[in-house]
């Protein structure tokens, strides 16, 4: 007689009780319920008494604003801006100066950062030391500290633009900033571009047809004169036939200030020296820490294998590494776009100076504009984590 | 400065300004016991603290008339001091009772802030400081300028305005405090720094030799500064620009700090209305019939307090000019207290 195998009871339903209610079933289930509800009448009452309090003192809310008219100007605005433009207008210049400190400050971050950790790892005693005191000063003074410092001690101390440094009559130091002549476009511009971005296609090519020759027979050539010689010469030609890309505008001193010239204006300068020290010396730790963690095996066998020191570091110790230092690393790059706000203590127009600051003082929205400025910082940080995150996938997978 | 208004604003959106919906600013001012009064963070001659502490200035000076008023104590203050973009989100949130801030008084201040200014404690007019090396004697010899200012103020559009109606080209540098703005202006970052000309004669007060500077001539705007009140309780709005009347109108009469008492024994009909002992003029404030001599006695007229905080009796040493009474051919003028 066949004994027929009893079904398996249907495990719907504990699966469903446990994944809604955890170990508590349905009556953790009723809670969280009731937890959410909690939360989300708190944020409805939130924005109905906003909305009835404003409303009562009949403040003007909603975005209308920033069609208006801002009249003011601002001292750095990387695309054309006057007083006759609009807030919209206004906010990209702001923002487009955050995101101008905060790249340029993260670049030089890193560098400064990765050679003081290399420094301070270096079996070299002096270079060590150095690099072991810039590290514990510049990352236990306050950033604002600093930022006043490199402001009101160094750059104030130029002098004024009638007795300025001068490089041949061209390059201009003083207490106005850096002056720089202007490269303005020429007919010659476009060939001379095409034909670099081609030297520069070419060289690429070049350099991984080497490596897949190096894999295959093992044969080594070297690639860097020929795609040096590519890159210098097919733009030269460019210019011999086409003639000069740019022609140079040179600063001259008229009435109080130069005219003429682009100019690095000293508010810029000296938050981004302030910024990317001062980061510099936390990320030269994480690098530090990171490459300590790679297992000193990894470095005796590179070295065993008859590699130089760098090549050691750069082939075998730094990519392991990474995946250790990159989280931290983000955190780094994150902090330093958020302490750029900083910059409304020298007057440098960032988005919190500009937009979060006069704008709102003159519109009065400071519901609307607080709420789009902590969008905006919310939308970098995320972006910028994001790209680290994508990064650090690579490297990953490329390690197997 | 940024986390200073972003609590502010998330008190706003919390609706943590009760009361400032439900219009009782004059009972919640009674019940703290105490009044909360915006200022600047040290403007010599409008609200600056001296050695010890004590707010003084003629911005300061309305905050003590109020108080003076309604507790009859002008000592009843707690003062809180604003920077320039900070100052209407702090009296849109409830945490000031008033706001008396050498603030221009404007037509989209005045609408879309959610307040009322409620009179004009002192006429001025934007100017500009130099250098005096720099030998520049007009404003309109200015062109290509570096210019320092304080940002979240009606100075900075004005700027914009005068350099553009000029056909001058300059590069503006704006701080967010006043003193920031200043000390640049002293170590070269600029050549002109400007404000209105009250606060350019009190400002070069603060620099290390004032007599190496000089404001030009030019005012190139109009700036009625004032004190403002939240929207929604006309009662409160009511008491503000009364007492601001009330000290205009007791230097009409002649009414001092000194004579206030002797003055009060007077049978004159008008004389008799101010001081309350005919009729009930301050009680309809919401305020005691000697509402007047309270606030006189505390600060004195505004003849008085000009001329201790910024004019002759003071180191500003600024002319009352157009700040005169209508009679004395000034434009301040007080409605009738009856």
Known sequence: MAIEPRKPPSQLLPKLQRALGGSAGWSGFVIQLV???????????????????????????????????????????????????????VFLVGLLNTLLVSVIGIFFATVIGFLVALGRLSPNWLLSRIAGGYVELIRNL????????????????LPNPRQSISVLDTFFLSNRGLVIPKPIGEPGFE??????????????????????????????????????????????????????????????????????????????VALTLALSTYTASFIAEIVRAGILSVHKGQMEAGSSLGLQRGSVLRLIVIPQALRVILPPLTNQYLNLTKNSTLAVAIGYPDLVSVFAGTTLSQTGQAIEIIGITMGVYLVISLVTSAIMSFYGWRIGRSMG | MKRVSLVLTLAVAAGLSVQAASAQTLKTVKDRGMLSCGVSQGLPGFSSPDDKGNWTGLDVDICRAIAAAVFNDPSKIKFVPLSAKDRFTALQSGEIDVLSRNTTWTLSRDTSLGANFTGVTYYDGQGFMVKKALKVNSALELNSASVCVQQG???????????????????????????????????????????????????????????DHVVLPEVIS?????????????????IVKWTLYAMITAEELGITQKNADEMAKSDKP???????????????????????????????NYGESFERNVGAGSKLGIARGINALWSKGGIQYAPPIR
């Not at chain 1, 604002?144 to 750059?155: E, G, H, N, P, S």
């Not at chain 1, 350099?207 to 897949?212: G, V």
């Open chain 2, 270 to 300: 008008e004389m008799k209305r101010v001081f309350g002992t005919d009729g009930n003029l301050g009680e309809q404030l919401g305020l005691t019939k000697d509402w007047v001599s309270r606030i006189v006695k505390a600060v004195g």
């Open chain 2, 222 to 238: 109009k700036e009625p500064l004032g004190p403002m009140v939240r929207h929604g309780d006309d009662q409160w709005f009511d």
């Open chain 1, 142 to 157: 306050p950033l604002l500290f600093q930022i006043l410092f490199w402001y009101l001690a160094v750059l104030a101390a």
């Open chain 1, 35 to 89: 937890f959410v509800a909690a939360l989300a009448w708190i944020a409805y009452e939130i924005v109905a008494n906003a909305r009835a309090n404003l409303q009562a003192q009949r403040i003007t809310a909603g975005f209308g604003f920033m069609v208006n008219t801002a009249g003011f100007d601002v001292s750095q605005n990387l695309i054309a801006y006057s007083g006759s433009d609009n807030y919209i207008r």
């Open chain 1, 191 to 268: 060939p001379f571009v095409i034909a670099l971005l081609i030297a520069i296609v070419a060289a690429i090519a070049l350099w991984r047809y080497s490596r897949r020759l190096l894999f295959q027979s093992g044969k080594v050539i070297k690639v860097w004169p020929y795609a040096l010689g590519l890159v210098i010469v097919l733009p030269l030609l460019a210019t011999q036939i086409f003639g000069a890309p740019v022609k140079f505008e040179i600063p001259a001193l008229k009435g109080f200030n130069f005219s003429g010239g682009s100019r690095v204006i000293p508010e810029f």
């Open chain 2, 153 to 211: 103020t009606t100075t900075e559009q004005n700027l914009a305005d005068y350099f553009k109606g000029n056909n001058m080209k300059y590069e503006v540098i704006a701080f967010g405090t006043n003193d920031e703005a200043v000390k640049a202006y002293e170590s070269g970052r600029c050549d002109v720094f400007t404000t209105d000309v009250s606060g350019l004669y009190a400002d070069r007060l603060k620099l290390a030799n004032p007599a």
